[in-house]
């Protein structure tokens, strides 16, 4: 079963531009959520999809955006970048996220310059 | 928000050893689970815990679930090199809302 498939791996942005990084989940899992994860703040909760829907939204500014589609992979934008929004953006899938058992890809690091 | 505080932030142990490593919350959970991180990779759940006062163990590695709902501990028995990693905790309040993860454990293994 193939896992967690998360695109690109690694970019370099400078600041003001935009990026949009993909996620493909798990075959048949229909959760897909967002993490960022810094060094100093761990993993912090972007926004939760289910089923094409917004599910649950973390406390991120709004240039931070996602989508679902209906094969369940995902997309998240971030606009006009910032300095602070390096960081490893982490994928997990769940067929739901009612048990809190996530299935984590590999990925994106996002480095700002 | 709901904050879960882990510690230690990081351990240096031989070989062989126990280690044991916890996290707490101000707030309430109803689910405790354990995550552990290897270099380059996501997260991996090692155990997912989903009622007060369950022990649960998987191999080498055994996790409580707090009585108070407010606490859980990771042991893991006689350590190896490949437990080199960061180990993260995470609570959820209910079913469906987002995991709270603790800030990890950075465990380092000294053969």
């Known amino acids: 079963k193939a896992g967690v498939t998360q695109t690109p791996r690694y970019l370099i942005k400078t600041r003001g531009q935009q990026v949009t990084l993909s996620c493909s989940p798990i075959s048949g899992h229909r959760s897909v959520s967002w993490y960022q994860q810094t060094p100093g703040q761990g993993l912090q909760f972007l926004f939760e999809y289910f089923s094409e829907t917004q599910r649950n939204k973390g406390n991120f500014p709004g240039r931070f955006s996602g989508r679902q589609f209906s094969n369940s992979r995902s997309e998240m934008n971030v606009s006009t970048l910032e300095l602070g929004d390096s960081a490893l953006y982490l994928c997990?899938?769940?067929?739901?996220?009612?048990?809190?058992?996530?299935?984590f890809g590999e990925g994106s690091r996002l480095t700002v310059l | 928000g709901q904050q879960l505080n882990q510690s230690p932030q990081s351990m240096f142990i031989q070989e062989g050893e126990d280690v044991s490593m916890n996290c707490t919350s101000s707030?309430?959970?109803?689910?405790w689970l354990w995550y552990k991180q290897d270099p380059g990779e996501g997260p991996v759940l090692l155990i997912a815990l989903y009622k007060a006062g369950e022990l649960t163990s998987n191999g080498r590695l055994t996790a409580q679930f707090g009585i108070t709902r407010k606490d859980s501990f990771l042991n893991i028995s006689a350590s190896i090199p490949s437990d080199v990693g960061i180990y993260f905790c995470?609570?959820?309040?209910?079913?469906?809302?987002?995991?709270?993860f603790g800030k990890g454990t950075r465990l380092s293994v000294i053969a």
């Open positions: 707030s309430i959970f109803n689910t």
């Open positions: 995470a609570g959820q309040d209910s079913g469906n809302t987002p995991l709270v």
């Open positions: 997990a899938s769940s067929f739901s996220s009612a048990t809190g058992e996530l299935f």
